[in-house]
């Protein structure tokens, strides 16, 4: 049996950024995105973010492409908004003018951890740990 956890990640703020890209710049992308998003965490002195996480779907909705998944943990609604205001529009226009030849696409959101589910600690020998 499973457990919701009432831990601080509940109402957790996160900021996602997916990303298409052209299997003929993936490498590039990759290469960049690393970057990208340790700077991001890094901005205003690490203040705004506590974590960035990249993820890379599996099995991408087309052939052509890979996908990428940006998550960042944000510390609070005001600092999402001190990084959208002031540090997202530089950010983007960097992205768009090193891939300008095409090739990326991009799509964003904001959603707060409702629940968080937990399964409940079990060994071999004695079953459920408490």
């Known amino acids: 049996m499973a457990t919701t956890n009432s831990t601080p990640t509940v109402n957790q703020i ?21 970057k990208h998003v340790s700077e991001i965490v890094s901005l205003e002195n690490g203040t705004l973010f506590k974590k960035g996480v990249i993820h890379k779907l599996t ?20 600092t999402l908004d001190t990084y959208v205001k002031v540090h997202a529009p530089r950010l983007r226009e960097e992205a768009l003018t090193l ?23 079990q060994t071999k020998e004695f079953g459920y740990v408490f």
Do not use: C
Not at 59 to 78: I, K
């Open 14 to 34: 996160i900021y996602e950024v997916t990303a298409v890209v052209n299997k003929e710049i993936a490498e590039k992308w990759d290469t960049y995105i690393q």
């Open 59 to 78: 099995q991408p909705s087309d052939p052509a492409t890979e996908e990428y998944v940006m998550q960042y943990f944000v510390v609070s609604q005001e």
């Open 99 to 121: 891939f300008s030849t095409g090739g990326l696409k991009t799509s964003r959101r904001i959603y707060a951890v409702l629940h968080e589910i937990q399964s409940i600690p």
